[in-house]
């Protein structure tokens, strides 16, 4: 099983600033990587997939990159309604299809 | 727009089975361009996904959950549905169905691209 680890486990940032968060695989996973947004209360919403694609409605300051092991979701000049916890998902390699443990980006 | 409803009983004894149903709107469950699926997330965890099906029955499970679980189509009624047996404590969870995207030429699903507000299940005697 491909085990998916972020990090860190809680970022702390301040309204403006930027965001970068962390999600390595156990094996490569070529590009097949996706990150979701789960604010308190609600479902996951999909950001990114492909590693670096946006999802349609998703705001420019969310970008990802990486590739095999390596991702990064980086979050420019944040805004209040980003703060949230983020997970990535790889779809590399069934089964099974796996979820890191997730991100809480938390107001400094 | 697409919307994904979770229904089912939010109580279930230890040792019996947990029954949910997804009910598709603004979309087709059968279009051969998604899979639909289960995510769970117990309280205060990540997320573990449980099974994905397609409309033709085609079903990925996950391989920890698969000797418990039952998942089927009914497009008369665009629903999809989960059935996981002999549940216990740790099966305790929030339960979400979402729409499991496929793309073409590639022979499994990849992102989820669409999901339920989820229902939460309590594995209770």
């Known amino acids: 099983e491909k085990e998916m680890t972020q990090f860190p486990a809680t970022l702390s940032v301040s309204p403006g600033e930027s965001a970068t968060l962390s999600c390595r695989a156990s094996?490569?996973?070529?590009?097949?990587l996706a990150w979701y947004q789960q604010k308190r209360g609600q479902a996951p919403r999909l950001l990114i997939y492909?590693?670096?694609t946006r999802a349609i409605g998703i705001p420019a300051r969310f970008s990802g990159s990486g590739s095999g092991t390596d991702f990064t979701l980086t979050i420019s000049s944040l805004q209040s309604e980003d703060f949230a916890v983020y997970y990535c998902?790889?779809?590399?390699?069934?089964?099974?299809?796996?979820f890191g443990q997730g991100t809480k980006v938390e107001i400094k | 727009q697409l919307q994904l409803l979770e229904s089912g009983p939010g109580l279930v004894k230890p040792s019996e089975t947990l029954s949910l149903t997804c009910t598709i709107s603004?979309?087709?469950?059968?279009?051969?361009?998604?899979?639909w699926g289960w995510v769970r997330q117990a309280p205060g965890e990540g997320l573990e996904w449980i099974a994905s099906v397609y409309y033709t029955g085609d079903i990925y499970y996950n391989p920890s959950l698969k000797r418990r679980v039952t998942v089927s189509v009914d497009t008369s009624k665009n629903q999809f549905s989960l059935k996981l047996r002999a549940v216990t404590a740790a099966d305790t969870a929030l339960y979400y169905c979402?729409?499991?995207?496929?793309?073409?030429?590639?022979?499994?699903?990849?992102?989820?691209?669409?999901w339920g507000q989820g229902t939460l299940v309590s594995v209770t005697s």
């Open positions: 979402a729409r499991h995207v496929m793309v073409r030429g590639i022979r499994t699903p990849r992102w989820f691209d669409s």
């Open positions: 998902h790889q779809y590399n390699n069934w089964p099974p299809w796996t």
């Open positions: 492909g590693a670096s």
């Open positions: 094996q490569s996973v070529g590009i097949n």
């Open positions: 603004g979309g087709s469950i059968s279009s051969g361009s998604f899979c």
